[in-house]
């Protein structure tokens, strides 16, 4: 975890376990398992900002900010953010897993 000016990045699932709770179920029909991303917030006077981690090293990721309200009741600009999170995800899976398979 790091920290940028003087607010400290947590882990996803301890800060906001809801939030948490619907990226696992948005990552099930991708087959992704939540290991696969990382993901942490950074609390901001008005909500959350939200980084997936995710490819070989958690090199690649996004970011995404989120009210409060979106927080605890994550609606369709949430779904979304995690949806379009896991399409790159598994491409990048896929991308990772051909390059260490090439002989």
Same mark, same amino acid.
């Given at each position: ?7 400290? &990045? ?6 906001? *376990?809801?939030? %948490? ?8 029909? %991708? ?5 696969? =991303? ?15 981690? %995710? ?6 990721? &996004? ?10 009741? *994550? ?18 899976? =896929?991308?990772? %897993?051909?390059?260490?398979?090439? *002989?």
């Amino acid at each position: 975890m790091s920290e940028a000016n003087g607010h400290k &990045e947590l882990p996803l699932r301890i800060a906001t *376990p809801t939030l %948490y709770n619907k990226l696992v179920e948005t990552l099930e029909p %991708y087959h992704i398992h939540p290991f696969d =991303i990382q993901g942490t917030v950074m609390r901001k006077e008005d909500g959350l900002d939200v980084t997936l981690r %995710y490819s070989q090293s958690f090199s690649q990721s &996004e970011t995404a900010h989120f009210n409060n309200d979106q927080v605890e009741h *994550p609606d369709e600009d949430v779904t979304e953010f995690f949806k379009a999170t896991a399409e790159r995800c598994k491409t990048q899976l =896929i991308k990772d %897993y051909y390059k260490m398979m090439k *002989p």
